[in-house]
C-alpha cells in the first residue's frame, strides 16, 4: 500500500465536517506506481487510525479501515517526454529520459 505524506498546507476545511487533501507529485506517482491500486472505485480505499482526527473536546474518531471511494476518477494522461538530458556513447552508454509522470519502461526498447 502507499502512504502518503500529508502536511497542514495540504488540507483545506470545506466545511466543519468535509475537508478535502491535496496530494503532492511525489505523492500521486507512489500511488500510480502500486500495480493494483487506484484502478477503479474496487480498489481505491482508504484507511486511517484513531489520531488522525479529533472533534473540538478531543474525541478521537473510530478508525476506518478500508472504506472505498464513493467516486472515481481514471488516470488517462499518457507519459510524455519532459527532457532528454544525457546522451553518452562512452563505456556502457546512457540515455537520460525524463517523463512529465511515472513511467514503466518495457524489457525491449526501440531507439
Known amino acids: 500500500l502507499a502512504d502518503v505524506g500529508l502536511v497542514q498546507e495540504d488540507i483545506f476545511l470545506e466545511s466543519t ?4 487533501m491535496h496530494l503532492n507529485e511525489q505523492d500521486v506517482s507512489a ?13 481505491t480505499y482508504v484507511t486511517f487510525n484513531e489520531t488522525f482526527v479529533t472533534d473540538d473536546v478531543a474525541n478521537v474518531v473510530i478508525p476506518a479501515m478500508g472504506v472505498r471511494a464513493s467516486t472515481f476518477a481514471t488516470d488517462n494522461v499518457a507519459p510524455e517526454l519532459r527532457e532528454f538530458h544525457e546522451f553518452n556513447l562512452n563505456g556502457t552508454g546512457s540515455l537520460v529520459l525524463q517523463f512529465f509522470e511515472p513511467a514503466l519502461v518495457a524489457f525491449s526498447v526501440d531507439l
Open 17 to 20: 465536517t468535509c475537508f478535502t
Open 31 to 43: 500511488i500510480k506506481l502500486l500495480p493494483s491500486l487506484a484502478l477503479s472505485a474496487n480498489s
